[in-house]
Structures are given as structure tokens and as C-alpha cells.
């Protein structure tokens, strides 16, 4: 079983910017292909970033987020610059034991974060 602790989340202006951290436990980070997906109210929940050696984001977001993983530490990290109200939502990490690609569907993903509420004020 893995357990993924999302934290970083907060209120932000508009241009400002935030880390979103994601600490897997019960398997060894290397051998999961990791995600961020955020939901905002009404709306399904959302692809934005995916890392395994190579990283992809969501159209909306690319150039402002970065995804890393220190395998060391067992953390994934969403960086997110120039922050925009639309970026608000709740944002979950999630593992894929066996994924070699990476989807933007939430389905293949096995193991969830609780989530971490991101906020940004205009």
C-alpha cells in the first residue's frame, strides 16, 4: 500500500507562486509514475503535470509549473509560478504502480493524496 501526503497548498495572489509537495510512503518513489491533478468547485478533476524521467503538463500550464521528484526523499514537487485565478482548486498527487506512460485520466492511477487546497485571489 502507499500513502501520499500532499502539502504546500494556500492562498496566493494573482503573479505569485507556490510548491506543492507530495511525500509517498510504502514503496520506493522510483517505481511509481507520479501525477498532479486539481479540481475546482463544479468541474471534474483535471489533469496538470505527470513525472517519470520526463515530466508533461496540461496545455494551461506549461512554462509556469514544474514538476520534480527527489527519489531520495521520496517527495514529488509541483512548483507554480505566475499564478492565476483559474489555477484555484484543490490539487491531489497520484501514483501509477505500472505505468510506463503517462495519462492525463484519472483511471489508471492507483493511489491518491488527500489533496491540498490552492487558492489564488486576483
Known amino acids: 500500500q502507499v500513502q501520499l501526503v500532499e502539502s504546500g497548498g494556500g492562498l496566493v495572489q494573482a503573479g505569485g507562486s507556490l510548491r506543492l509537495s507530495c511525500a509517498a510512503s510504502?514503496?520506493?518513489?522510483?517505481?511509481?509514475?507520479m501525477a498532479w491533478f486539481r479540481q475546482a468547485p463544479g468541474k471534474e478533476r483535471e489533469f496538470v503535470a505527470g513525472?517519470?524521467?520526463?515530466?508533461r503538463y496540461v496545455d494551461s500550464v506549461k512554462g509556469r509549473f514544474t514538476s520534480s521528484r527527489d527519489n531520495a526523499k521520496n517527495t514529488v514537487y509541483l512548483q507554480m509560478n505566475s499564478m492565476k485565478p483559474e489555477d484555484t482548486g484543490v490539487y491531489y498527487c497520484?501514483?501509477?504502480?505500472?505505468?510506463?506512460?503517462?495519462?492525463?485520466?484519472?483511471?489508471?492511477?492507483?493511489?491518491w493524496g488527500q489533496g491540498t487546497q490552492v487558492t489564488v485571489s486576483s
Open positions: 497520484a501514483a501509477d504502480r505500472w505505468g510506463r506512460t503517462i495519462s492525463t485520466t484519472p483511471g489508471p492511477y492507483d493511489y
Open positions: 513525472i517519470t524521467w520526463s515530466a
Open positions: 510504502g514503496r520506493a518513489l522510483s517505481n511509481l509514475l
